[in-house]
């Protein structure tokens, strides 16, 4: 091939990529008519299909798949019929009036393609100045990842996240090698094949999903019951300090009896009034079969075989006008059970991945968990809405004097919401291993699981990016839905750099991982989806991801390290233990007289808050190492550190990456909890602690090009502790971790201390 068409064919792939698709175009177009070019003729017109289908022109792009049709490489041919297949049906949806079938109207923000049903594209590589691209043939190694074309293999570091379209091609590159597939900004999927005849599985034990079930109510109804009684604790001490009024008589009753009648009706009515909610706040409306049966058969064939076998109606449709994918079940009942969906999932998953994730859901009304759950929702999400509320109202007042009380209302309503969610994020885990399994049953189909699952990752990942935070039906949604958007940050925009087996092994080796799972509401990904590859070598598929075997080596004493704090408390019960028989012991033998002091046990307490305060001074050091230029980590070695399965947050890994800031703006982000760097290596999770006094605020740099400097933490989120915050014009902000976890020690101390010396 001529230079000259290498380095144009080269520029092409690297606009198309970038999101210029009409430099591409103009870039490949010469080539893709040549025909002396051979291979490099063809890539053209592979990558002229992806660009015209983007920029909308769906006539072009369909010439030209015809075109390859023709060719002589059956590869080729299986690839462009694939995409003449997903062309035609985009060319007829445009025909179509959606708006007439559901009610709602285009998202302003859609991308031409935006109905091509496939993953997102992964961010965009592009070569340096000093590296020039090479020419690579990848040959075939197996027979179910078969060569197509060879591509130029682009080693590059720099990087510009692109906004990502909202459904490229669904198996668009499935004869494609992953790196070549990577290359044109698609994800390669295996397409595993589904079970033709399947045995049913073993009968899974339910006694722990039921008791967890029964222990989130119990959890929700205490912690309520506790914030109940101090509000009106609260309220009758204000009004005895105040003059001329006094105390109701009514607060100083006991809450129980009443507080668990109200549960028990919310949960009986909640079908109604989570459909009043979710169409108020968030545009829910009716969705109907015929319109489900357009987007996928299979989903509207399994849930009407599902509900006839278990003589169940069938449950009632919703839809979210959300780009995200998402999908969620809620009722007190089968016979009233509501199964809502968003457009961004019917947009961005294929038929079978469609019908499998309704699957899941069907497993939750068969286990009967979606009750509590409906539950959980309906007390939570009018709360989150008063901190929306009050959050905007707060942005809304130019004085800081008034600002700062509104901000600290907010504040604290936000972590009345987290508290009351909490109750409920073991059961949340635990149900979705339960779902996936009736789901995989139902279908035969658990290689679809994964695709889908993987797919609604990269789908709510490609919305944070595009949004630039966590929008609030996210984050108010989320104990209920699929996959959680803390997990999909990484893992739905790491694909261009990392593969998934590598990016989830951690989830599959390390032997710690469960411990780091305690505060999420979704569990580990390559956790649940090892499982479902069991099921799929239980009725001998292939599997679409393939996990290696090999154990993780993780040193015990790191571990012990990392939960010092933590196991400071049972070595401050064996201290109390031994202070309470020293003195026993003492008095007994009349040597000395103090076991007035500890006749009421308080000085346990002394003990524990010591124990806590010096595990977490032995772990300072090592969970905040000093950060020198030598050891500093940068862009190019996230992947590195994001596929290591022996790392623990205790491994600080000190980095310096660049970046876009994303996340919400104003009071709703006043406690840092949305903080989110879009590098060229994909989305990580920022902790940051807010340090009184700085003239620079977190949130005055979000949405800026900034560095970040601080440790990196491979836990079950991948996240940064932010040291410091630097702009291009200078502007830093520092964050004092480290200076916290003292001052926490500290108090812990000398609180503990005091307790232990006066009883």
Same mark, same amino acid.
């Not at 668009?172 to 990577?182: D, H, I, L």
């Given at each position: 091939?001529?230079?000259?068409?290498k380095?144009?064919?080269?520029?092409?792939?690297?606009?198309?990529?970038?999101?210029?698709?009409?430099?591409?175009?103009a870039?490949?177009?010469?080539?893709?008519?040549?025909?002396?070019?051979?291979?490099?003729? #063809?890539q053209?017109?592979?990558?002229l299909?992806?660009?015209?289908?983007?920029?909308?022109e769906?006539?072009?792009a369909?010439?030209?798949?015809?075109?390859?049709?023709?060719?002589?490489?059956?590869?080729?041919?299986e690839?462009?019929?694939?995409?003449?297949?997903?062309?035609?049906?985009?060319?007829?949806?445009?025909?179509?009036?959606k708006?007439?079938?559901?009610?709602?109207?285009?998202?302003e923000?859609?991308?031409?393609?935006?109905?091509?049903?496939?993953?997102?594209?992964?961010?965009?590589?592009?070569?340096? *100045?000093?590296?020039?691209?090479?020419?690579?043939?990848?040959e075939t190694?197996?027979?179910?990842?078969?060569?197509?074309?060879?591509?130029?293999?682009?080693?590059?570091?720099?990087?510009?996240?692109l906004?990502?379209?909202?459904?490229?091609?669904?198996?668009?590159?499935?004869?494609?090698t992953? =790196?070549?597939?990577?290359?044109?900004?698609?994800?390669?999927?295996?397409?595993?094949?589904r079970?033709?005849?399947?045995?049913p599985?073993?009968?899974?034990?339910? @006694?722990p999903?039921?008791?967890?079930?029964?222990? %989130?109510?119990?959890?929700?109804?205490?912690?309520?019951?506790?914030?109940?009684?101090?509000?009106?604790?609260?309220?009758?001490?204000?009004?005895?300090?105040?003059?001329?009024?006094?105390?109701?008589?009514?607060?100083?009753?006991?809450p129980?009896?009443?507080?668990?009648?109200?549960?028990?009706?919310?949960?009986?009515?909640?079908?109604?009034?989570?459909?009043?909610?979710?169409?108020?706040?968030?545009?829910?409306?009716?969705?109907? /079969?015929?319109v489900?049966?357009?987007?996928?058969?299979?989903?509207?064939?399994v849930?009407?075989?599902?509900?006839?076998?278990?003589?169940?109606?069938?449950?009632?449709l919703? @839809?979210?006008?959300?780009?995200?994918?998402? @999908? !969620?079940?809620?009722?007190?009942?089968p016979?009233?059970?509501?199964i809502?969906? *968003?457009q961004?999932?019917?947009?961005?998953?294929?038929?079978?991945?469609?019908?499998?994730?309704?699957?899941?859901?069907?497993?939750h009304?068969?286990?009967?968990?979606?009750?509590v759950?409906?539950?959980?929702? #309906?007390?939570?999400?009018?709360i989150?809405?008063?901190?929306?509320?009050?959050?905007?109202?707060?942005?809304? @007042?130019?004085?800081k004097?008034?600002?700062?009380?509104?901000?600290i209302?907010?504040?604290?309503?936000?972590?009345?919401w987290? !508290?009351l969610?909490g109750?409920?994020?073991?059961?949340?885990?635990?149900?979705?291993?339960?779902?996936?399994?009736?789901?995989?049953?139902? =279908?035969g189909n658990?290689?679809?699981?994964?695709?889908?699952?993987?797919k609604?990752?990269?789908?709510?990942?490609?919305?944070i990016? /595009?949004?630039?935070?966590?929008?609030?039906q996210?984050?108010?949604?989320n104990?209920? =839905?699929?996959?959680?958007?803390?997990q999909?940050?990484?893992?739905?925009?790491?694909?261009?750099?990392? *593969?998934?087996?590598s990016?989830?092994?951690?989830?599959?080796?390390?032997?710690?991982?469960?411990?780091?799972?305690?505060?999420?509401?979704?569990?580990?990904?390559?956790?649940?989806?090892?499982?479902?590859?069991?099921?799929?070598?239980?009725?001998? !598929?292939?599997?679409?991801?393939?996990?290696?075997?090999?154990?993780?080596?993780v040193?015990?004493?790191?571990?012990?390290?990392?939960?010092?704090?933590?196991?400071?408390?049972?070595?401050?019960?064996?201290?109390?233990?031994l202070?309470?028989? %020293?003195?026993?012991?003492?008095?007994?033998?009349?040597?000395?007289?103090l076991?007035?002091?500890?006749?009421?046990?308080?000085?346990?307490?002394?003990?524990?808050?010591?124990?806590?305060?010096?595990?977490?001074?032995?772990?300072?050091?090592?969970?905040?190492?000093?950060? /020198?230029?030598?050891?500093?980590?940068t862009?190019?070695?996230?992947?590195?550190?994001?596929?290591?399965?022996?790392? !623990?947050?205790?491994?600080?890994?000190?980095?310096?990456?660049?970046?876009?800031?994303?996340?919400?703006?104003?009071?709703?982000n006043?406690l840092?909890?949305?903080?989110?760097?879009?590098?060229?290596?994909? #989305?990580v999770?920022?902790?940051?602690?807010s340090?009184?006094?700085?003239?620079?605020?977190?949130?005055?740099?979000?949405?800026?090009?900034?560095?970040?400097?601080?440790?990196?933490?491979?836990?079950?989120?991948?996240?940064?502790?932010?040291?410091?915050?630097?702009?291009?014009?200078?502007?830093?902000?520092?964050?004092p971790?480290?200076?916290?976890s003292?001052?926490?020690?500290?108090?812990?101390?000398?609180?503990g201390?005091?307790?232990f010396?006066?009883?």
């Amino acid at each position: 091939m001529p230079s000259h068409a290498k380095s144009s064919l080269e520029a092409g792939l690297v606009a198309l990529k970038q999101g210029n698709y009409q430099t591409a175009i103009a870039q490949l177009e010469p080539i893709a008519s040549s025909q002396s070019n051979g291979t490099a003729s #063809l890539q053209a017109q592979v990558g002229l299909v992806m660009a015209y289908a983007r920029t909308g022109e769906v006539s072009q792009a369909i010439a030209i798949s015809q075109n390859l049709i023709e060719s002589n490489n059956p590869q080729v041919q299986e690839w462009a019929t694939r995409a003449l297949e997903h062309l035609t049906k985009r060319k007829k949806r445009d025909r179509e009036s959606k708006n007439v079938e559901t009610g709602f109207v285009a998202f302003e923000n859609s991308t031409p393609d935006s109905s091509l049903n496939s993953p997102s594209v992964t961010p965009p590589v592009t070569p340096t *100045s000093e590296e020039k691209p090479e020419v690579e043939v990848i040959e075939t190694k197996s027979d179910d990842i078969p060569a197509m074309v060879p591509l130029p293999k682009l080693k590059a570091t720099v990087a510009t996240p692109l906004p990502p379209p909202t459904a490229p091609l669904n198996g668009f590159m499935g004869s494609v090698t992953r =790196t070549q597939a990577k290359l044109f900004g698609v994800i390669y999927w295996r397409q595993a094949q589904r079970a033709k005849a399947w045995q049913p599985l073993r009968k899974p034990k339910l @006694i722990p999903l039921r008791l967890l079930t029964a222990g %989130t109510f119990i959890a929700l109804f205490w912690v309520m019951r506790e914030i109940l009684k101090f509000a009106m604790g609260f309220i009758n001490l204000t009004l005895v300090k105040l003059p001329y009024l006094e105390p109701l008589q009514l607060l100083y009753s006991n809450p129980t009896k009443l507080l668990l009648t109200v549960l028990v009706i919310l949960i009986a009515v909640s079908p109604w009034l989570l459909d009043l909610l979710l169409a108020k706040l968030y545009g829910q409306r009716e969705f109907s /079969k015929d319109v489900l049966n357009g987007h996928s058969r299979e989903a509207v064939r399994v849930l009407q075989r599902c509900c006839q076998q278990r003589h169940w109606p069938l449950p009632k449709l919703r @839809i979210l006008p959300i780009a995200a994918p998402i @999908i !969620l079940t809620y009722g007190s009942l089968p016979r009233n059970a509501r199964i809502v969906v *968003s457009q961004g999932l019917l947009e961005q998953l294929a038929d079978d991945e469609i019908a499998i994730i309704y699957a899941t859901q069907l497993g939750h009304i068969a286990h009967w968990d979606f009750a509590v759950m409906s539950l959980l929702l #309906l007390v939570t999400l009018p709360i989150y809405k008063l901190y929306q509320r009050i959050s905007e109202l707060a942005d809304k @007042i130019s004085g800081k004097v008034w600002r700062w009380p509104v901000t600290i209302v907010a504040s604290l309503v936000y972590g009345i919401w987290g !508290l009351l969610t909490g109750t409920g994020l073991w059961l949340s885990r635990l149900r979705l291993y339960y779902s996936d399994r009736v789901a995989s049953e139902i =279908t035969g189909n658990p290689n679809a699981l994964i695709r889908a699952l993987l797919k609604i990752s990269i789908g709510i990942a490609a919305d944070i990016q /595009k949004e630039e935070h966590t929008s609030w039906q996210l984050e108010s949604l989320n104990v209920l =839905t699929p996959v959680s958007h803390q997990q999909s940050l990484s893992l739905g925009t790491i694909a261009s750099n990392l *593969s998934f087996e590598s990016f989830l092994k951690w989830d599959t080796a390390n032997p710690y991982r469960q411990w780091f799972t305690i505060n999420n509401s979704h569990p580990l990904m390559g956790d649940r989806i090892e499982r479902l590859c069991k099921i799929a070598r239980h009725w001998h !598929l292939d599997t679409e991801l393939h996990f290696a075997s090999e154990p993780s080596r993780v040193k015990r004493q790191s571990f012990l390290l990392q939960i010092a704090p933590w196991l400071g408390i049972p070595l401050g019960i064996l201290f109390a233990a031994l202070v309470w028989l %020293t003195w026993q012991l003492a008095f007994a033998l009349k040597f000395l007289n103090l076991k007035w002091i500890y006749e009421d046990w308080s000085f346990i307490t002394g003990c524990l808050l010591i124990g806590f305060s010096v595990g977490t001074v032995m772990r300072i050091n090592s969970f905040f190492p000093d950060i /020198k230029s030598p050891t500093v980590q940068t862009d190019d070695y996230l992947p590195n550190l994001l596929a290591d399965p022996s790392a !623990l947050p205790i491994d600080s890994v000190s980095v310096r990456l660049v970046g876009k800031l994303l996340g919400r703006q104003g009071t709703s982000n006043s406690l840092a909890q949305d903080l989110i760097l879009q590098s060229s290596a994909g #989305l990580v999770k920022l902790h940051h602690i807010s340090w009184l006094g700085q003239s620079v605020n977190h949130q005055d740099l979000i949405g800026r090009q900034i560095i970040v400097t601080g440790w990196f933490r491979r836990g079950a989120t991948p996240w940064i502790d932010i040291q410091t915050l630097e702009t291009q014009s200078g502007k830093t902000i520092h964050s004092p971790h480290p200076i916290w976890s003292t001052f926490l020690a500290v108090a812990a101390q000398a609180l503990g201390a005091y307790v232990f010396l006066t009883g």
